[in-house]
């Protein structure tokens, strides 16, 4: 069935640094992927929608110039983390396939 | 807009016990109703789904839920849980364009 793969699962970095989050489509294509947040005992929400070869669409109150998505080819998103803070600190997960498939998720820790 | 309620946080129920999680929605259109499963340290997997038809729904696993319309709720069921389905259970809906919304999700502790 559909995979979808993302990495790192879990990365420490320091304030202030950038941090990358992969996530791929390992056997099919995805024109469009979507990045969620999950706050610890909270459920996930919605960060942005990225769309393949255009601009990501971010949710209200996402800071766009924080979290850089990038949507280059049909298989692979990018989430990147900028300039981190410890409030940055979370889940990351990646979903494709309109809620059918998603990532195994990216534990994040600002120290 | 949408919105997806989830009442129950934390169920702890013994073995062969029966469980019903409840979830409501809010969202004045046509939906599509997901329940998810997050067992521990693994990701979100989809336990079953709604999009028009039969209101119950078998999904994986021997979970079932019932779309009932004038309550605006999709209650995930199974008659006999297991030790295994000790997971973290979401509710999620779908309205215009492919937006999910989730609920803040049901802990389930299954007690041998």
């Known amino acids: 069935g559909a995979v979808v793969s993302q990495h790192p699962s879990r990365v420490i970095c320091k304030s202030g640094t950038s941090v990358k989050i992969e996530c791929r489509s390992l056997d099919f294509q995805a024109t469009t992927m979507f990045w969620y947040r999950q706050f610890p005992k909270k459920s996930l929400m919605l960060m942005a929608t990225s769309n393949e070869g255009s601009k990501a669409t971010y949710e209200q109150g996402v800071e766009k110039d924080k979290f850089l998505i990038n949507h280059a080819s049909l298989t692979l998103s990018t989430l990147t983390v900028t300039s981190a803070h410890p409030e940055d600190s979370s889940f990351y997960i990646c979903?494709?396939?309109?809620?059918?498939?998603f990532g195994s998720g990216t534990r994040l820790t600002v120290v | 807009a949408q919105s997806v309620s989830q009442h129950n946080h934390h169920v702890i129920l013994s073995e062969a016990a029966s469980l019903e999680l409840g979830c409501n929605y809010s969202y004045g259109g046509t939906v599509n109703l997901f329940w998810y499963v997050q067992y521990p340290g693994q990701h979100l997997q989809l336990l079953l789904k709604y999009f028009s038809g039969d209101p119950l729904v078998k999904g994986i696993k021997g979970f079932e839920a019932e779309f009932i319309k004038s309550k605006f709720s999709f209650n995930l069921r199974k008659p006999s849980v297991q030790w295994s389905d000790t997971a973290e259970y979401f509710c999620?809906?779908?309205?215009?364009?492919?937006?999910?919304?989730f609920g803040t999700g049901t802990q389930l502790k299954v007690e041998l």
């Open positions: 999620a809906v779908r309205g215009g364009g492919n937006k999910l919304t």
């Open positions: 979903s494709a396939r309109a809620g059918y498939t």
